[in-house]
Nanobody, 126 residues
Framework: QARLAESGGGLVQAGGSLRLSCAAS????????MAWFRQAPGKEREFVAT????????YYSDRVKGRFTISRDNAKSTVYLQMSSLKTEDTAVYYC???????????????????WGQGTQVTVSS
């Protein structure tokens, strides 16, 4: 059974950095689009960043562009989210997701993501 497992969350001060990892197992996502989403308390889940299967194409939310970097290592079946210059408003549960359909692109909507991790908490203190 396919599984995505996030790690790397924690408590960090504003201005600091964290790197999240998402390890895939149970099936190969090497040809699929991978993404990070986040959900703050009382808010809807929102898009953060996506990456194509090759890693050559990426797409970011305006709220994180220039501060976050998504990358992937298909040999390790792992996707990363390097987060820098963190702000208190970045506090949320961060979810890794995979879109297994071959038609998915880095611009696909959230409904196209059919595999999800359990989430990892990121808390940014002021």
């Amino acid at each position: 059974q396919a599984r995505l497992a996030e790690s790397g969350g924690g408590l960090v001060q504003a201005g600091g950095s964290l790197r999240l990892s998402c390890a895939a197992s149970g099936r190969s996502f090497g040809r699929g689009v991978m993404a990070w989403f986040r959900q703050a308390p009382g808010k809807e889940r929102e898009f953060v960043a996506t990456i194509s299967w090759s890693g050559s194409n990426t797409y970011y939310s305006d709220r994180v562009k220039g501060r976050f970097t998504i990358s992937r290592d298909n040999a390790k079946s792992t996707v990363y989210l390097q987060m820098s210059s963190l702000k208190t408003e970045d506090t949320a549960v961060y979810y890794c997701a995979a879109a297994s359909q071959s038609s998915a692109t880095i611009y696909s909507p959230i409904r196209d993501y059919d595999y999800w991790g359990q989430g990892t908490q990121v808390t940014v203190s002021s």
